[in-house]
């Protein structure tokens, strides 16, 4: 009955399938509403998603990379395929991406991105810039503060990590983040 069904609609019921984690659903009704308005980049972004959501990353790329190709300008386009390289472990191709959404968008998430794919390559002195960056633009940034705690743990700096898993931790309990706080703490009080 797809067909009977505008573009518009099977666009919304498809983002409340992505929003549900309906995956499979979500990337039938974008098919089929990029049937009806052929080459729209933000239904291919959508259809990019749900390939994501089903761990198909590579046809995620595939679909993004024409997103990006059909709008250019479009900053998400860029950012989501940075996340997917990113999810791929092809952080080393990643960080172009991401300097260059961040010339014309430099806010707290991107900074954030920018500053993990430093930490997954083990560039800790770069990875704290970017996320102190965005810890300046919002100091209470729960992913931001988490990962700044990260850093600080792996550089074994424990009396630096604390604060910052503490207010990580104010947003939401993480069993590992809450583990590692107890390691800081342990360490620190020797």
Same mark, same amino acid.
């Given at each position: 009955?797809?067909?009977?069904?505008?573009?518009?609609?099977?666009?919304?019921?498809?983002?409340?399938?992505?929003?549900?984690?309906?995956?499979?659903?979500?990337?039938?009704?974008?098919?089929?509403?990029?049937?009806?308005?052929?080459?729209?980049? $933000?239904?291919?972004?959508?259809?990019?998603?749900?390939?994501?959501?089903?761990?198909?990353?590579?046809?995620?790329?595939?679909?993004?990379?024409? !997103?990006?190709?059909?709008?250019?300008? !479009?900053?998400?386009?860029?950012?989501?395929?940075?996340? =997917?390289?990113?999810?791929? *472990?092809?952080?080393?191709?990643? +960080?172009?991406? +991401?300097?260059?959404?961040? %010339?014309?968008?430099?806010?707290?998430?991107?900074?954030?991105?920018?500053?993990?794919?430093? =930490?997954?390559?083990? *560039?800790?002195?770069?990875?704290?810039?970017?996320?102190?960056?965005?810890?300046?633009?919002?100091?209470?940034?729960?992913?931001? *503060?988490?990962?700044?705690?990260?850093? $600080?743990?792996?550089?074994?700096?424990?009396?630096?990590?604390?604060? =910052?898993? %503490?207010?990580?931790?104010?947003?939401?309990?993480?069993?590992?983040?809450?583990?590692?706080?107890?390691?800081?703490?342990?360490?620190?009080?020797?």
């Amino acid at each position: 009955m797809a067909f009977l069904k505008s573009a518009n609609r099977l666009i919304r019921e498809g983002v409340e399938q992505l929003q549900r984690r309906e995956f499979e659903k979500a990337l039938w009704s974008f098919q089929h509403a990029e049937k009806k308005r052929r080459d729209d980049p $933000y239904i291919l972004n959508y259809i990019s998603q749900a390939y994501a959501g089903l761990e198909q990353l590579e046809k995620a790329n595939d679909e993004i990379l024409r !997103a990006i190709t059909l709008d250019p300008e !479009a900053i998400i386009h860029r950012q989501l395929y940075a996340t =997917y390289l990113m999810r791929q *472990n092809r952080h080393h191709e990643a +960080i172009p991406i +991401i300097d260059e959404v961040l %010339e014309t968008q430099p806010v707290d998430v991107i900074y954030i991105l920018r500053g993990q794919a430093d =930490y997954h390559l083990g *560039n800790m002195e770069s990875a704290t810039e970017f996320f102190q960056k965005a810890l300046e633009l919002d100091e209470r940034n729960p992913l931001a *503060n988490h990962m700044m705690g990260l850093v $600080y743990y792996r550089l074994k700096q424990y009396s630096m990590a604390i604060p =910052y898993l %503490e207010t990580a931790l104010t947003f939401g309990d993480i069993e590992s983040l809450r583990e590692i706080l107890a390691d800081c703490k342990t360490r620190t009080a020797i």
